[in-house]
């Protein structure tokens, strides 16, 4: 146990820019319209669970600093976390809000009622939300740093860009463009989030699990070397 931990803080310690977590989404393709309209999310998430990753893959997350047995290990805390943050950029978006901010610990205490109702803008209101989202990890500011999001981040987008989609095409749904921006809808796209958060997290959860079938051929191959 040990030994993990001193790993997992080793790969921790880089140097990566912080706004790495964000620009990486700014990037992403804008011209999957078709594939929008389209995108069945049962059909998506079945894909994703389905998904055998690669040791190549787990060590990406990474940034290639561990080897895929201790990566398979901590991808069930950062794939997770990653997520969560995919799905406040693209729900940011669509309320035309700034970027998220850097990665602060997860708050589980939700704000009182006298700060949501002094909150002066609906993004301000959000902002007060946002990081008391159950969603979000508890090991977000003990174990991750924002360079291992993004590296995670980078790998999802890659690997399953359909998970950006499935928020955007929900949120986009939830709120048609240009309308009004009010507490109410934040407090509407935030329930549409967890709702859509939830399934998306069951599904990669399942795929990282180690009772999996890929894990399983993962261990027979080694039994018959």
């Known amino acids: 146990?040990?030994?993990?931990?001193?790993?997992?803080?080793?790969?921790?310690?880089?140097?990566?820019?912080?706004?790495?977590?964000?620009?990486?989404?700014?990037?992403?393709?804008?011209?999957?319209?078709?594939?929008?309209?389209?995108?069945?999310?049962?059909?998506?998430?079945?894909?994703?669970?389905?998904?055998?990753?690669?040791?190549?893959?787990?060590?990406?997350?990474?940034?290639?600093?561990?080897?895929?047995?201790?990566?398979?290990?901590?991808?069930?805390?950062?794939v997770p976390e990653s997520v969560a943050i995919i799905g406040f950029q693209e729900m940011r978006k669509v309320l035309k809000f700034s970027p998220p901010h850097p990665l602060q610990p997860y708050n589980g205490t939700e704000p009182t009622s006298a700060e949501m109702q002094s909150a002066s803008t609906p993004e301000a209101y959000y902002d007060l939300r946002e990081n008391s989202i159950p969603s979000r990890s508890k090991y977000a500011g003990e174990w991750l740093f924002p360079h291992n999001v993004a590296t995670v981040i980078e790998l999802l987008d890659a690997?399953?860009?359909?998970?950006?989609?499935?928020?955007?095409?929900?949120?986009?749904?939830?709120?048609?463009?240009?309308?009004?921006?009010?507490?109410?809808?934040?407090?509407?796209?935030i329930n549409e989030y967890s709702e859509i958060f939830e399934k998306i997290d069951s599904t990669t959860r399942e795929m990282t699990s180690p009772r999996r079938k890929c894990f399983h051929a993962i261990l027979n191959r080694k039994g018959r070397n």
């Open 1 to 78: 146990m040990f030994v993990t931990h001193f790993l997992i803080v080793c790969i921790c310690l880089g140097t990566n820019v912080l706004a790495g977590v964000y620009t990486r989404s700014n990037s992403y393709p804008t011209t999957d319209a078709e594939r929008l309209s389209l995108l069945d999310m049962d059909v998506e998430l079945a894909k994703i669970e389905d998904t055998c990753l690669s040791s190549a893959e787990y060590e990406q997350m990474t940034g290639n600093r561990l080897k895929a047995i201790l990566a398979r290990g901590i991808a069930h805390i950062w």
């Open 159 to 189: 690997r399953f860009p359909s998970i950006r989609v499935m928020f955007k095409k929900a949120f986009k749904a939830e709120h048609p463009k240009n309308e009004m921006v009010d507490k109410l809808v934040v407090d509407q796209l």
